[in-house]
């Protein structure tokens, strides 16, 4: 019997340009009339995305809709870590994988995580992730994990903050809805990690005018 592939690793050669167009059609097009149609998207601080791939986006979050945004309004190709458990859904699972995603243990940084997060760079897509882990309420910051600095750090990649207003509403009806994202500036990689989380959390609340909320689920 075939062992199910558990895609918690991928290889550089597999963010091809089959899925690169398949991620433009799918983002930048479909998910971004929706967008502009129905909540009125709007970005700030485009000018602090580096040039080169040599950055990870870490961004607050409030909904499903998160990850469609931020590769809507990102100039290249965006790969998001995922549950495990999504991978387990047939669809899901192939939907993910086209979209370039990979399963991780939130619970567990492992080496095959760090393996696809090295890998990345070697193609011109950015590694996407939400530091918060699961979704939260509007208004607040809950509990931050600072995997995502470690990633930074082993990767020597910046951390490009990306604060997301708005997804939380669910909206049918064009121009009901309002999205605002706003991009901050890039925070240089180091080796104090709980020093890159505080940023990280600092220029999070000065994009959202949320406030971190320790201990917040």
Known sequence: MKERRS???????????FRKIFMFLVTKVGYMIRFKLVYRLKVFGKENIPKDNKYIIAANHLSTLDPPVICAVMPRP????????????????????????????????????????????????????????????????????????????????????????????????????????RIGEIIPYNDNLELMVEQWIKAIENLTGFKYEKGAV
């Open 7 to 17: 895609y918690t690793k991928r290889e550089a050669s597999e963010y091809n340009i």
């Open 78 to 181: 965006v790969c998001f870590m995922a549950k495990q458990e999504l991978f387990e859904i047939k669809i899901l699972r192939w939907w993910l994988d086209w979209l370039g995603a990979f399963a991780v243990n939130r619970e567990h940084l492992g080496a095959s995580t760090i393996k696809t997060a090295k890998s990345i760079n070697k193609t011109e897509w950015v590694l996407g992730l939400f530091p918060q882990g699961t979704r939260h309420e509007p208004g607040e910051i809950g509990e931050v994990s600072k995997g995502f600095a470690s990633l930074a750090k082993v990767t020597k990649c910046g951390i490009l903050p990306v604060g997301i207003v708005g997804t939380q509403e669910s909206k049918m009806i064009p121009f009901t809805g309002q999205i605002i994202v």
